[in-house]
């Protein structure tokens, strides 16, 4: 479905359930800023109707994704860490930066795809997840946020191909998954959902 060039190495979850306080933490974040970034296409695209009724969607579920990982953080007596700095994101976000080419409609579909990609991404490390982490309860829970994020994901890209005259976005997304694939390549070793 999203094409991914590089597959997460199921050994990642072992990290990752080598210590849950770090990835819910990280995790909890991830859902925040992925709000931050709805609300952002919201502020930005405030004449687009049909966007800012999705965005306010997306980011109202995004917050509740963040409770509910919060609620299981506060659960199992874990410390809720502070935010710190997701460099793969920052990765993706120079790739987007780099590539716009100064128009509104090319910023809006650099700013589509980047959180479609920031999805895919996510969708496929909560499907990594939940086929091999021990913890059964924690398997589900993933399971059924990867299929949240595959809904993100539809949604981001259907928005780009509707809001372009000038851009092909096949051709576009193709060249996301190449950089990503750049990217992904130096992470997967860390106790983050992207990390």
């Known amino acids: 479905m999203f094409r991914l060039k590089l597959p ?22 991830c859902e925040q800023k992925a709000a931050t970034n709805a609300i952002n296409l919201i502020i930005n695209n405030s004449e687009k109707p049909d966007l800012v009724e999705e965005m306010l969607k ?29 460099d ?18 090319s910023g809006l579909i650099e700013r589509l795809l980047f959180a479609a990609m920031i999805e ?33 994901y539809t949604t981001f890209i259907n928005f780009a191909r509707k809001y ?9 997304w193709n060249e996301w998954l190449e950089e990503e694939a750049k990217i992904i390549k130096n992470y997967g070793n860390k106790e983050t959902v992207h990390g």
């Not at 359930?17 to 933490?25: A, K």
């Not at 109202?60 to 700095?85: C, N, P, T």
């Open 164 to 172: 372009t005259e000038t851009i092909d976005v096949e051709k576009r």
């Open 120 to 152: 895919a991404r996510s969708c496929e490390r909560f499907r990594v997840l939940s086929e091999n982490i021990q913890d059964k309860k924690l398997a589900k829970f993933y399971r059924d946020l990867m299929e949240s994020e595959a809904m993100h």
């Open 8 to 29: 997460t190495d199921p050994r990642w979850a072992n990290i990752a359930e080598g210590n849950l306080e770090e990835i819910l933490s990280d995790h909890a974040w």
């Open 88 to 105: 793969y994101v920052n990765e993706l976000a120079k790739y987007m930066k780099k590539s716009s080419n100064g128009t509104r409609e």
């Open 58 to 86: 997306i980011s109202i579920e995004e917050m509740e994704h963040f409770k509910a990982v919060h609620d299981i953080i506060q659960e199992r007596g874990y410390e809720f860490k502070r935010e710190r700095k997701d």
